[in-house]
T-cell receptor
Framework: KAGVTQTPRYLIKTRGQQVTLSCSPI?????VSWYQQTPGQGLQFLFE???????NKGNFPGRFSGRQFSNSRSEMNVSTLELGDSALYLC?????????????FGAGSRLTVL | AQRVTQPEKLLSVFKGAPVELKCNYS??????LFWYVQYSRQRLQLLLR??SRESIKGFTADLNKGETSFHLKKPFAQEEDSAMYYC????????????FGKGTRLSVIA
C-alpha cells in the first residue's frame, strides 16, 4: 500500500509569508502527527490529529496550526514565517489500537525561509 | 514531562565491533520505548519497540526501568548500519505523542 505522502517536498518562502503543507496518511490510518526536524533540536512534536480533532499539541506558538479532513488527510499552516522556521517538517500516520504509537513517516517537506 | 536523552551525537565503530547506542529517559510512569532509524536519503522508520522483544537486523534493546535506560545493541556492526538513530518514548496509553531524543549518528568504518 502507498506510504505517507507529503507535498510539497521543497519550498522557499520569505519572512512574513505563510505556508501550507499537506500530508496524506496511509490508507486506514486515522491519526496524523506533525514534527519539526532541525539539526539543533532534532524532532519536535507539533500536533496530532485523530478523526478530524486535534488530540495533542506541542509547545509551538499559535502561528503553527493544522487541521484534518474527513478522509484523514491533514494540512499544517505556518503564518508570519520567521527565519527560525526553516526546517524539515515531517508528517507521520498511525493506526488505532496497539499500533497507535508505531509511526510511519513521510519523506518530509523542507521549508527554507529567507 | 517525558524526556529522552541520547548522550552521544556521533558514534564511530569499526566493522565487526560491538555497538551500543545509549538512551536514557525520564518519566515516572510506565513508558513505551522505541528506536527509529534514518538511513541516508531514506525516511525515518521504526527499528524496534520494547514490547515486541524482537531482534531486528541484529539489533536488540532492553528496557531497564531501574536505570531508566533503553540502550540499543548489536554484537557485530556492519557498514550498512551507518545511519541516524533516534530513541523515542510514549506514555503507555496509545494516545500520547512520541517524544524523541536528539539522535545519535552511527558511523561504521570498514
Amino acid at each position: 500500500k502507498a506510504g505517507v505522502t507529503q507535498t510539497p517536498r521543497y519550498l522557499i518562502k520569505t519572512r512574513g509569508q505563510q505556508v501550507t503543507l499537506s500530508c496524506s496518511p496511509i490508507s486506514g490510518h486515522r491519526s496524523v502527527s506533525w514534527y519539526q526536524q532541525t539539526p539543533g533540536q532534532g524532532l519536535q512534536f507539533l500536533f496530532e490529529y485523530f478523526s478530524e480533532t486535534q488530540r495533542n499539541k506541542g509547545n509551538f506558538p499559535g502561528r503553527f496550526s493544522g487541521r484534518q479532513f474527513s478522509n484523514s488527510r491533514s494540512e499544517m499552516n505556518v503564518s508570519t514565517l520567521e527565519l527560525g522556521d526553516s526546517a524539515l517538517y515531517l508528517c507521520a500516520s498511525s493506526s488505532a489500537g496497539s499500533g497507535a504509537n508505531v509511526l510511519t513517516f513521510g519523506a518530509g517537506s523542507r521549508l527554507t525561509v529567507l | 514531562a517525558q524526556r529522552v536523552t541520547q548522550p552521544e551525537k556521533l558514534l564511530s565503530v569499526f566493522k565487526g565491533a560491538p555497538v551500543e547506542l545509549k538512551c536514557n529517559y525520564s518519566y515516572s510512569g510506565s513508558p513505551e520505548l522505541f528506536w527509529y532509524v534514518q538511513y541516508s536519503r531514506q525516511r525515518l522508520q521504526l527499528l524496534l519497540r520494547h514490547i515486541s522483544r524482537e531482534s531486528i537486523k541484529g539489533f536488540t534493546a532492553d528496557l531497564n526501568k531501574g536505570e531508566t535506560s533503553f540502550h540499543l545493541k548489536k554484537p557485530f556492526a556492519q557498514e550498512e548500519d551507518s545511519a541516524m538513530y533516534y530513541c523515542a518514548l510514549s506514555r503507555n496509553s496509545g494516545n500520547t505523542p512520541l517524544v524523541f531524543g536528539k539522535g545519535t549518528r552511527l558511523s561504521v568504518i570498514a
